[in-house]
């Protein structure tokens, strides 16, 4: 079984940072992209970033320049680092990644979320 936990979440002032990690772990063959979502109050989830297997980061625009995602292959982690962070960031924050369990079957997993706050 394959589990995504997240961390990280709190509540910051408007300027302020937060870094979110989120930790892979089960039977993992191999890790494939990776990446986090948002949800805000009576919003759709949206894409925020995601980095590949080969280390490339992609952004939606309103995080460009504020927002970097990474990851650490050894700890089967990936991190986003928020940085100027602002009140339209509020969101529940998901982690998600394609990954191929050690029974060679490759799907989405989602972790469980965790809650931003940014106090305007």
């Known amino acids: 079984q394959v589990q995504l936990v997240e961390s990280g979440g709190g509540l910051v002032q408007a300027g302020g940072s937060l870094r979110l990690p989120c930790v892979a772990s089960g039977s993992i063959f191999r890790i494939n992209a990776m990446g986090w979502y948002r949800q805000a109050p009576g919003k759709q989830r949206e894409w925020v970033a995601t980095i590949t297997s080969g280390g490339s980061p992609n952004y939606v625009d309103s995080v460009k320049g504020r927002f970097t995602i990474s990851k650490d292959n050894a700890k089967k982690t990936v991190y986003l680092q928020m940085d100027s962070l602002k009140f339209e960031d509020t969101a529940v924050y998901y982690c998600?990644?394609?990954?191929?369990?050690?029974?060679?079957?490759?799907?989405?997993?989602w972790g469980q979320g965790t809650q931003v706050t940014v106090s305007s």
């Open positions: 998600n990644a394609a990954i191929i369990s050690s029974l060679g079957v490759m799907r989405d997993y």
